[in-house]
Nanobody, 129 residues
Framework: QVHLVESGGGSVQAGDSLRLSCVAS??????????MGWFRQAPGKEREFVGY????????YYPNSVNGRFTISRDNAKNTVTLQMNSLQPDDTATYYC????????????????????WGQGTQVTVSS
């Protein structure tokens, strides 16, 4: 079992930045071989893919909605993945979740919820105009 705990959420103004962290613990064999993803879910909406960092050379991928504003990085020595969010807008308001894929899957799977094996409890981000 892998436990994921997110932190760093809060309430900010449009244009501000936030940095979310996700720390993994539990039965971690080798954190560096996990692909780590971030998703978000706003009230009344489906969970939305925000980005991932692959176990392969830390390659990252983002959807158009956040590309250029959000950056994912990882510190394998600390079993931590970070989501740096800049130029936040009210549409970014949501609960943000990190997720871990401990099984290697087809690359496109990592943009979907089913591509991940473990999930954190989420951290709330609220952006006001």
């Amino acid at each position: 079992q892998v436990h994921l705990v997110e932190s760093g959420g809060g309430s900010v103004q449009a244009g501000d930045s936030l940095r979310l962290s996700c720390v993994a613990s539990g039965r971690i064999i080798n954190f560096s071989v996990y692909t780590m993803g971030w998703f978000r879910q706003a009230p009344g909406k489906e969970r939305e893919f925000v980005g991932y960092i692959s176990y392969e050379q830390d390659r990252t991928y983002y959807p158009n909605s956040v590309n250029g504003r959000f950056t994912i990085s990882r510190d394998n020595a600390k079993n931590t993945v970070t989501l740096q969010m800049n130029s936040l807008q009210p549409d970014d308001t949501a609960t943000y979740y990190c997720a871990a894929a401990i099984v290697v899957r087809e690359t496109n799977s990592y943009t979907k919820s089913y591509g991940y094996d473990y999930w954190g409890q989420g951290t709330q981000v609220t952006v006001s105009s």
